[in-house]
């Protein structure tokens, strides 16, 4: 159930990081244009003492050395494992931010990656039933896609 809960959180997160890019020029639709953001989207392997504890998604934002994750993802790690969609393996170094009230984690790789960061959506464009597509690792899973629409938006 744990795993679950972080697909369908990540995949919010995720949702409203692309639903920018989604709208415009019909994104959702366009399965190249899909497979090419693939490439910045990890699923994570999260550890404690060694032991897996968890799996997630996350995506690589603002340069080649940034995750964006959710928070309750990483909760209690000592070490994250992130694997692109071809199974490349990106350690990461340290937490640069989180928050846990917004599920919200800012992570750090070791070294900088080859992986393209993805564009956030900053201008407050978001719309109810805007198309919108998910992509994210459930049950370990690396990076299935779903289409879908924005059903709610929440301000905090």
């Given at each position: ?31 190249d ?104 690792s ?13 059903s ?5």
């Amino acid at each position: 159930m744990k795993k679950v809960c972080s697909f369908l959180l990540s995949a919010l997160i995720l949702i409203t990081f692309f639903s920018g890019t989604a709208s415009a020029g019909g994104f959702s639709e366009d399965p190249d244009a899909v497979e090419q953001k693939l490439k910045s989207v990890l699923m994570l392997e999260v550890y404690s003492g060694g032991e897996l504890i968890a799996t997630g998604s996350g995506f690589c934002a603002f340069d080649n050395r940034t995750l964006v994750t959710n928070y309750h993802v990483i909760k209690g790690a000592d070490s994250v494992i992130a694997y692109s969609d071809s199974g490349d393996p990106y350690f990461v170094f340290h937490v640069l931010t989180a928050d846990a009230d917004r599920d919200i984690a800012i992570l750090s790789f070791f070294s900088p990656t080859d992986l393209v960061p993805l564009s956030l959506n900053t201008d407050g464009s978001l719309r109810r039933a805007e198309k919108v597509v998910a992509i994210g690792s459930p049950l370990g899973i690396t990076n299935t896609v779903a289409a879908g629409i924005i059903s709610g938006i929440l301000y905090r």
